[in-house]
């Protein structure tokens, strides 16, 4: 089965503990992206990658960092998490006709 | 730069309405259009899309939406509101470039869909 699979789904966390959010997919789609959606201001693009190795800020990049070492894999870091970051974040990679494919997503709460 | 407007964060119809959710889009070269659906607790499923073949697009659950250059439109329409429609609904606008639609999509703010018997 197709699928963008993120872990946790869910994560409770405190100011400045560092955490990863995994994102995985198995469609070997070039492009991936994080996305985070927030009440009143729908889903806003954090980073994104056309190929392995090769990674851009979005909208809203600060206090994010991303790696893309292998095509399948795209995980979100956030070194030191702060109140504003807790949010509902969102994995996605493009098919090839254009439209994105998205995880379940990962809610994260800052404490 | 590209943008999308969404008029009405919240609509709400009776079931066997016409479902009617606007998009207004914003692109300075010809756009590709979405429309995606989350219900509680998913992510985003691609409902249809507007890649300059007809203006008229059809999606599931018998959902179709038709791109008005003149108006720079793409509004979501459904002939009869069922209960199960009943979600949060997102429209997204790429500007065409590279292939498969450039490098993102920028979503609007998303109209919530209630569904009353």
Redesign the interface.
């Known amino acids: 089965e197709a699928q963008?699979t993120q872990n946790p789904r869910y994560l409770i966390t405190v100011t400045g503990k560092k955490l990863t959010v995994t994102c995985s997919q198995n469609m070997n789609h070039e492009?991936m992206?994080w996305?985070r959606q927030d009440p009143?201001?729908?889903?806003?693009?954090i980073y994104?990658s056309?190929n392995v190795e090769v990674t851009?800020k979005?909208d809203v990049p600060e206090g994010y960092k991303v790696s893309r070492k292998e095509k399948r894999n795209f995980p979100l870091i956030l070194e030191s998490p702060s109140p504003n970051q807790t949010s509902l974040y969102?994995c996605a990679s493009?098919?090839?006709?254009?439209?994105?494919?998205?995880?379940?997503?990962s809610r994260l709460t800052v404490l | 730069a590209q943008s999308v407007t969404q008029l009405g964060?919240h609509v709400s119809v009776s079931e066997g309405a016409l479902v009617l959710l606007r998009c207004n889009y914003s692109s300075s070269v010809p756009p590709?259009l979405?429309w995606y659906v989350q219900y509680p607790?998913?992510?985003?499923?691609?409902l249809l899309?507007y890649?300059s073949a007809a203006t008229l697009v059809k999606g599931i659950n018998g959902f179709e939406a038709e791109f008005k250059k003149s108006e720079t439109s793409f509004h979501l329409t459904k002939p009869s509101a069922h209960m199960s429609d009943a979600a949060e609904y997102?429209c997204a606008v790429?500007e065409r470039g590279l292939?498969?639609?450039g490098?993102?999509?920028?979503?609007?703010?998303?109209t919530q869909l209630k569904v009353e018997l």
């Open positions: 963008v492009y992206s996305y009143g201001l729908g889903l806003r693009q994104y056309m851009d979005g969102f493009k098919k090839a006709t254009g439209e994105l494919f998205f995880g379940e997503g | 964060s590709y979405f607790n998913q992510g985003l499923q691609l899309k890649t997102f790429s292939t498969g639609g490098n993102k999509l920028t979503f609007g703010t998303g």
